[in-house]
């Protein structure tokens, strides 16, 4: 059996999952924690890490008809009977970088000295360097350089955007 790339309508991976689940089929949801500003505040949300797709395992010959039309399914990648399967090379690449919790951890390619701007929070625009990354591996400082001073700041190194 091969993996397969499950199309869901929006919001409805974890329902997807459930009913696979439910029906014995091996299902790959990986999942992203991140930081959303919301109301002026940050929290953590945990997203899909592909909105509106997650991956199942099956025979396409005895299970195509039922995963197809399950409640929460728009299609399988692939052609009409033919779903193209996924290589498991790539779920063993997405499932080693998740967490101890199960959650893919993304690190920029952010390396001492870049330039950096600021993409979210009370900083957003601005520009920097990126000095040091801290102990807590989510935060890290950033020189920032505005009109004829010099800040240090404490900065979510997934607000960075390498310029």
Do not use: C
């Amino acid at each position: 059996m091969n993996w397969y790339a499950i199309y869901t309508k929006p919001k409805q991976e974890d329902k997807v999952e459930e009913t696979f689940r439910r029906a014995a089929i091996e299902v790959f949801n990986p999942k992203l924690r991140r930081k959303k500003l919301v109301r002026g505040k940050n929290e953590h949300v945990i997203t899909p890490f592909f909105a509106n797709y997650l991956f199942a395992k099956f025979d396409p010959l005895k299970q195509y008809h039922m995963i197809k039309y399950t409640r929460g399914v728009r299609g399988i990648v692939g052609n009409p009977g033919s779903p193209w399967p996924v290589s498991d090379d790539i779920i063993n690449i997405i499932r080693s970088r998740m967490n101890e919790d199960g959650l893919i951890v993304i690190t920029p390619d952010i390396e001492i000295g870049d330039r950096v701007e600021i993409m979210e929070g009370p900083f957003r625009g601005f520009m920097g360097i990126f000095e040091k990354e801290m102990k807590d591996s989510d935060r890290i400082i950033v020189l920032l350089n505005t009109i004829e001073y010099q800040a240090r700041v404490n900065i979510d190194k997934e607000f960075l955007v390498k310029k």
